[in-house]
């Protein structure tokens, strides 16, 4: 199984700031990463795939970068419907996510 | 725009079968190029995949579930259906219908909390 893991946990932040959030995989992954925001009681809603691939429709505050192991997504200037949780998610050999990462108000 | 929705009951007794549909609209689910995708999510967890299958029934399963789990597709009615057999405490999460497009998981239902209790 390959494992996906995120850091932080939790992030504290304000409107206006720019965050990262780090997710690192147990093993290569050829760039078969996904970026998730879920919401509470809503489905997780697409982001990023390939790693760096904004989905249609997703603001172009958020972006993704990395390779192998290592990945990072980064939200520049945080608006208020950002506050959320993160997941990332690699579907290299079947699918896993991290654990998520909640990006909550400071 | 494809929409997703699953529908099922929400409590299920231990050791008996959980049994949901996701109907698809918007879209149709013959379509050589989407896999129609079930997860779930326990309580404070991220999200697990557990399973696909396309239209002409071809299907993939995690394997720590593959002993107990179906899935099934009707196509004249736009359906995908899961079916868990022998459920325990450990099954209880929010359950996901997710349309696969080469292995991106780009629409979702809304999901359904199944609950398994006596």
């Known amino acids: 199984d390959i494992q996906m893991t995120q850091s932080p946990s939790t992030l504290s932040a304000s409107v206006g700031d720019s965050v990262t959030i780090t997710c690192r995989a147990s093993q290569d992954i050829n760039g078969y990463l996904a970026w998730f925001q879920q919401k509470p009681g809503k489905a997780p809603k697409l982001l990023i795939y390939?790693?760096?691939d904004l989905e249609s429709g997703v603001p172009s505050r958020f972006s993704g970068r990395g390779s192998g192991t290592e990945f990072t997504l980064t939200i520049n200037t945080l608006q208020p419907d950002d506050f959320a949780t993160y997941y990332c998610q690699q579907y290299n050999y079947y699918w896993t996510f991290g654990q998520g990462t909640k990006v909550e108000i400071k | 725009q494809v929409q997703l929705q699953e529908s099922g009951p929400g409590l299920v007794r231990p050791s008996q079968t959980l049994s949901l549909t996701c109907t698809v609209s918007g879209g149709s689910i013959r379509s050589d190029v989407y896999y129609w995708s079930w997860l779930r999510q326990p309580p404070g967890k991220g999200p697990e995949w557990i399973g696909y299958?396309?239209?002409?029934?071809?299907?993939r399963y995690i394997p720590s579930l593959e002993s107990r789990l179906t899935i099934s597709v009707d196509t004249s009615k736009n359906q995908f259906s899961l079916s868990l057999t022998s459920v325990t405490a450990a099954d209880t999460a929010v359950y996901f219908c997710?349309?696969?497009?080469?292995?991106?998981?780009?629409?979702w239902g809304q999901g359904i909390l199944v609950t398994v209790s006596s």
């Open positions: 390939k790693a760096s």
């Open positions: 299958i396309d239209y002409s029934g071809t299907t």
């Open positions: 997710a349309r696969d497009r080469r292995s991106i998981l780009d629409s």
